[in-house]
């Protein structure tokens, strides 16, 4: 067990639909990360929070937004969904940003969305 | 562009046979290199960081290596309950702002057969 909580652990919806997924870091960690995880894609970093602010971002779409609340849980909003968007999505959780030392993060068993 | 390649895709192996598994790397500044373990159904589950050329860790039956280019994760003497995708994953760039990406491979399905 990672320590990272991650809800639903399924989700099937249809296409235009928004979702929303949540996570909670481990007990301590301030940096929490999403992911997404397809066949044909692996694992593709989306966005970073630390301690309630952005900041890092990747392959994350203009319809896709996260946010970081003041108990440092997250969650990843997901609106006009395509098909496309089925995925595993994953939330993992580290001590800090990154510096001075490369904690490793922790992955949450993630989100299975389904798309139909 | 970073880049980060994993190889064999797949390994089937007799319980006992050990082996190696390859993760090559092409990053800007590489702050650190990752191992994780993937089961089915599951979060990728951390194994080892490793931060410079030369570096050995260990834990159980794995052993994993760090050259300038690429690393080894050798596995001695397998059992079936190791069988997972075993995947790589780099930090590179720069902390300004707390910069703090993985770029993960493809991993490698590893099944050991008894």
């Known amino acids: 067990d990672s320590g990272v909580t991650q809800t639903p652990k399924h989700l099937i919806t249809a296409t235009g639909q928004r979702v929303t997924l949540r996570c909670s870091p481990r007990?301590?960690?301030?940096?929490v990360y999403w992911y997404q995880q397809s066949l044909d894609q692996g694992l593709q970093f989306l966005i970073q929070?630390?301690?309630?602010?952005?900041?890092a971002k990747g392959n994350i779409l203009e319809r896709f937004s996260a946010q970081q609340f003041p108990d440092l849980h997250s969650e990843l909003n997901l609106s006009s969904l395509e098909l496309g968007d089925s995925a595993l999505y994953f939330c993992?959780?580290?001590?800090?940003?990154?510096?001075?030392?490369?904690?490793?993060?922790?992955f949450g068993d993630g989100t299975r969305l389904s798309i139909l | 562009e970073d880049q980060v390649t994993q190889s064999p895709e797949a390994l089937r192996l007799q319980e006992g046979e050990s082996s190696s598994l390859n993760c090559s790397y092409t990053?800007?500044?590489?702050?650190?290199l990752f191992w994780y373990r993937q089961d089915p159904g599951k979060g990728p589950e951390f194994l080892f960081t490793?931060?410079?050329a030369g570096e050995e860790k260990e834990k159980e039956r794995l052993k994993a290596t760090l050259t300038k280019k690429e690393s080894f994760l050798h596995i001695t003497a397998p059992k079936p309950e190791d069988s997972a995708t075993y995947l790589c994953?780099?930090?590179?760039?720069?902390?300004?702002?707390?910069?703090?990406?993985?770029?993960f491979g493809a991993g490698t399905r590893l099944a050991v057969h008894p």
């Open positions: 993992a959780s580290s001590v800090g940003p990154a510096p001075p030392t490369n904690q490793p993060q922790h």
């Open positions: 007990s301590g960690d301030l940096s």
């Open positions: 929070y630390y301690n309630g602010e952005e900041r």
């Open positions: 990053v800007s500044g590489l702050r650190g």
């Open positions: 490793l931060y410079s």
């Open positions: 994953a780099v930090q590179a760039g720069t902390f300004s702002g707390g910069y703090n990406k993985l770029i």
